[in-house]
Protein backbone atom coordinates (compact mmCIF):
# COMPACT_ATOMS: atom_id res chain seq x y z
CA UNK A 1 0.00 0.00 0.00
CA UNK A 2 0.74 4.09 -0.05
CA UNK A 3 1.32 3.88 3.44
CA UNK A 4 1.47 1.75 6.79
CA UNK A 5 -1.71 1.23 7.51
CA UNK A 6 -3.17 0.40 11.54
CA UNK A 7 -6.18 -0.96 12.49
CA UNK A 8 -8.60 -0.77 14.54
CA UNK A 9 -7.34 3.20 15.18
CA UNK A 10 -9.51 3.01 18.30
CA UNK A 11 -9.74 0.10 20.81
CA UNK A 12 -11.42 0.47 24.36
CA UNK A 13 -10.67 -2.96 26.28
CA UNK A 14 -12.02 -3.64 29.75
CA UNK A 15 -8.91 -5.18 32.31
CA UNK A 16 -8.10 -8.54 31.74
CA UNK A 17 -9.30 -8.50 28.04
CA UNK A 18 -6.53 -9.58 25.36
CA UNK A 19 -6.45 -7.61 22.47
CA UNK A 20 -4.83 -7.92 18.96
CA UNK A 21 -3.29 -4.97 16.88
CA UNK A 22 -2.54 -5.17 13.52
CA UNK A 23 -0.02 -3.47 11.51
CA UNK A 24 0.05 -3.52 7.42
CA UNK A 25 3.46 -1.87 6.64
CA UNK A 26 4.68 -0.27 2.93
CA UNK A 27 4.90 -3.67 0.64
CA UNK A 28 8.91 -4.41 0.21
CA UNK A 29 9.93 -3.06 3.77
CA UNK A 30 12.01 -5.41 5.56
CA UNK A 31 11.96 -3.94 8.75
CA UNK A 32 8.78 -3.12 10.83
CA UNK A 33 8.94 -1.36 14.24
CA UNK A 34 6.62 -1.00 17.09
CA UNK A 35 6.56 1.64 19.53
CA UNK A 36 4.19 2.40 22.69
CA UNK A 37 3.21 6.50 23.18
CA UNK A 38 2.02 7.41 26.67
CA UNK A 39 -0.18 10.53 26.58
CA UNK A 40 2.44 13.32 26.80
CA UNK A 41 5.42 11.50 26.29
CA UNK A 42 7.47 10.51 23.21
CA UNK A 43 7.15 7.03 21.49
CA UNK A 44 9.14 3.98 23.53
CA UNK A 45 10.76 1.13 21.43
CA UNK A 46 8.67 -2.21 21.99
CA UNK A 47 9.99 -4.73 19.27
CA UNK A 48 11.69 -4.55 15.95
CA UNK A 49 11.22 -7.05 13.10
CA UNK A 50 13.82 -8.18 10.13
CA UNK A 51 11.18 -10.25 7.50
CA UNK A 52 9.99 -12.31 9.81
CA UNK A 53 12.57 -12.23 12.41
CA UNK A 54 12.47 -10.57 15.95
CA UNK A 55 15.74 -9.33 16.12
CA UNK A 56 15.00 -7.30 19.11
CA UNK A 57 11.88 -7.57 21.82
CA UNK A 58 13.82 -5.85 24.53
CA UNK A 59 11.63 -3.05 24.85
CA UNK A 60 8.36 -5.31 25.36
CA UNK A 61 7.36 -4.21 29.03
CA UNK A 62 5.96 -7.98 29.96
CA UNK A 63 5.23 -11.43 28.99
CA UNK A 64 1.86 -10.61 28.64
CA UNK A 65 3.26 -8.26 25.54
CA UNK A 66 3.75 -10.68 22.54
CA UNK A 67 4.72 -9.74 18.52
CA UNK A 68 4.50 -11.91 15.56
CA UNK A 69 5.32 -11.11 12.01
CA UNK A 70 4.84 -14.78 10.15
CA UNK A 71 5.60 -14.36 6.77
CA UNK A 72 7.03 -10.52 6.58
CA UNK A 73 4.67 -8.95 5.97
CA UNK A 74 1.69 -7.72 8.39
CA UNK A 75 2.27 -7.96 12.05
CA UNK A 76 0.14 -8.26 15.14
CA UNK A 77 0.88 -7.14 18.35
CA UNK A 78 -0.92 -8.70 21.10
CA UNK A 79 -1.56 -7.73 24.88
CA UNK A 80 -2.81 -9.94 27.10
CA UNK A 81 -4.63 -9.74 30.42
CA UNK A 82 -4.55 -6.03 29.58
CA UNK A 83 -4.09 -3.78 32.40
CA UNK A 84 -4.63 0.29 33.05
CA UNK A 85 -0.88 0.61 32.18
CA UNK A 86 -1.39 -0.37 29.07
CA UNK A 87 -3.33 2.26 27.59
CA UNK A 88 -1.34 4.41 25.34
CA UNK A 89 -1.08 5.10 21.40
CA UNK A 90 0.64 1.84 19.82
CA UNK A 91 3.01 3.46 16.40
CA UNK A 92 4.00 0.79 13.93
CA UNK A 93 7.30 2.03 11.51
CA UNK A 94 8.51 0.78 8.66
CA UNK A 95 11.49 1.00 6.17
CA UNK A 96 12.89 -0.35 3.20
CA UNK A 97 16.31 -1.77 5.27
CA UNK A 98 17.96 -0.41 7.89
CA UNK A 99 16.33 2.23 9.25
CA UNK A 100 18.67 4.85 9.80
CA UNK A 101 19.91 4.98 6.44
CA UNK A 102 15.86 4.81 4.91
CA UNK A 103 14.49 6.74 6.76
CA UNK A 104 11.26 5.29 8.78
CA UNK A 105 7.46 5.24 7.91
CA UNK A 106 5.17 5.40 10.51
CA UNK A 107 1.43 4.62 10.92
CA UNK A 108 -1.41 6.70 12.30
CA UNK A 109 -1.54 4.95 15.31
CA UNK A 110 -3.92 2.55 17.67
CA UNK A 111 -5.36 4.63 20.28
CA UNK A 112 -5.49 1.42 23.12
CA UNK A 113 -8.10 2.58 26.20
CA UNK A 114 -8.36 -0.11 29.04
CA UNK A 115 -10.84 0.85 31.39
CA UNK B 1 23.35 4.25 25.51
CA UNK B 2 21.61 6.34 23.33
CA UNK B 3 19.52 9.31 24.99
CA UNK B 4 18.08 12.15 23.35
CA UNK B 5 17.08 15.43 25.60
CA UNK B 6 14.38 17.99 24.74
CA UNK B 7 14.25 20.56 27.65
CA UNK B 8 12.02 22.77 26.07
CA UNK B 9 8.65 21.16 27.28
CA UNK B 10 6.27 23.75 25.73
CA UNK B 11 6.76 26.82 23.94
CA UNK B 12 4.23 29.23 22.78
CA UNK B 13 4.77 32.10 20.18
CA UNK B 14 2.63 35.17 18.43
CA UNK B 15 2.43 34.52 14.68
CA UNK B 16 5.27 35.44 12.25
CA UNK B 17 8.35 35.10 15.03
CA UNK B 18 10.97 32.99 14.67
CA UNK B 19 11.21 29.53 17.26
CA UNK B 20 14.12 27.52 17.97
CA UNK B 21 13.48 23.88 19.24
CA UNK B 22 16.23 22.35 21.08
CA UNK B 23 17.51 19.06 21.03
CA UNK B 24 20.89 17.21 22.76
CA UNK B 25 21.87 13.56 21.46
CA UNK B 26 23.83 10.90 23.37
CA UNK B 27 25.33 8.45 21.59
CA UNK B 28 28.79 6.03 21.78
CA UNK B 29 28.69 5.58 17.79
CA UNK B 30 30.20 7.59 15.30
CA UNK B 31 27.78 6.56 12.45
CA UNK B 32 24.40 7.35 13.26
CA UNK B 33 21.23 9.28 11.60
CA UNK B 34 19.57 11.89 13.40
CA UNK B 35 15.55 12.95 13.02
CA UNK B 36 12.61 15.76 13.31
CA UNK B 37 9.13 14.22 13.33
CA UNK B 38 5.95 16.76 13.63
CA UNK B 39 2.94 15.33 15.51
CA UNK B 40 0.04 17.28 14.72
CA UNK B 41 -3.08 16.71 16.86
CA UNK B 42 -4.36 14.09 14.47
CA UNK B 43 -1.91 11.86 16.14
CA UNK B 44 0.42 10.85 12.79
CA UNK B 45 4.18 11.07 13.21
CA UNK B 46 5.36 13.43 10.13
CA UNK B 47 9.03 13.18 8.67
CA UNK B 48 10.69 16.33 8.29
CA UNK B 49 14.39 15.76 8.24
CA UNK B 50 16.85 13.23 8.50
CA UNK B 51 20.60 13.65 8.64
CA UNK B 52 23.77 11.44 9.37
CA UNK B 53 26.41 12.16 11.24
CA UNK B 54 28.59 12.50 8.22
CA UNK B 55 26.93 15.93 7.29
CA UNK B 56 27.14 18.98 9.51
CA UNK B 57 26.15 21.07 6.87
CA UNK B 58 22.93 22.50 7.72
CA UNK B 59 19.99 22.72 6.52
CA UNK B 60 17.05 25.00 4.85
CA UNK B 61 13.79 23.97 3.71
CA UNK B 62 11.38 26.63 3.18
CA UNK B 63 10.73 28.22 6.03
CA UNK B 64 12.33 25.53 8.66
CA UNK B 65 16.00 25.12 9.13
CA UNK B 66 18.33 22.69 10.93
CA UNK B 67 21.66 23.69 12.82
CA UNK B 68 23.45 20.14 13.49
CA UNK B 69 26.77 20.50 15.56
CA UNK B 70 28.71 17.69 16.47
CA UNK B 71 31.03 19.05 18.94
CA UNK B 72 28.02 20.33 21.15
CA UNK B 73 25.82 16.52 20.18
CA UNK B 74 22.99 19.07 18.75
CA UNK B 75 20.39 18.82 16.66
CA UNK B 76 18.59 22.68 16.48
CA UNK B 77 15.66 23.10 14.74
CA UNK B 78 14.07 26.59 13.75
CA UNK B 79 11.45 28.03 12.01
CA UNK B 80 11.21 31.05 10.89
CA UNK B 81 8.15 33.35 10.50
CA UNK B 82 5.44 30.32 12.41
CA UNK B 83 2.40 29.89 11.39
CA UNK B 84 -0.52 28.67 13.26
CA UNK B 85 -0.62 25.58 11.41
CA UNK B 86 2.94 25.09 12.55
CA UNK B 87 1.12 24.57 16.39
CA UNK B 88 2.15 20.71 16.93
CA UNK B 89 4.78 18.35 19.06
CA UNK B 90 7.98 18.18 17.48
CA UNK B 91 10.09 14.90 18.30
CA UNK B 92 13.45 15.16 17.66
CA UNK B 93 15.16 11.23 17.25
CA UNK B 94 18.25 9.12 17.10
CA UNK B 95 18.90 6.03 15.77
CA UNK B 96 22.60 4.33 15.41
CA UNK B 97 24.32 1.26 14.13
CA UNK B 98 23.64 -0.54 17.50
CA UNK B 99 20.19 -0.18 17.55
CA UNK B 100 18.32 0.09 14.49
CA UNK B 101 14.92 1.71 16.25
CA UNK B 102 14.36 5.20 17.10
CA UNK B 103 15.00 6.66 20.88
CA UNK B 104 13.21 9.46 20.89
CA UNK B 105 13.18 12.83 23.25
CA UNK B 106 10.21 13.39 24.82
CA UNK B 107 9.00 15.94 23.04
CA UNK B 108 8.24 20.07 22.64
CA UNK B 109 4.89 21.46 22.22
CA UNK B 110 4.91 24.47 20.10
CA UNK B 111 1.62 26.47 20.41
CA UNK B 112 1.39 29.30 17.79
CA UNK B 113 -0.75 31.98 18.74
CA UNK B 114 -2.97 34.09 16.15
Known amino acids: GAGVSQSPRYKVAKRGQDVALRCDPISGHVSLFWYQQALGQGPEFLTYFQNEAQLDKSGLPSDRFFAERPEGSVSTLKIQRTQQEDSAVYLC?????????????FGSGTRLTVV | AQKVTQAQTEISVVEKEDVTLDCVYE???????LFWYKQPPSGELVFLIRRNSFDEQNEISGRYSWNFQKSTSSFNFTITASQVVDSAVYFCALSDTGRRALTFGSGTRLQVQP
Open chain 2, 27 to 33: TRDTTYY
Open chain 1, 93 to 105: ASSLGSGGVYGYT
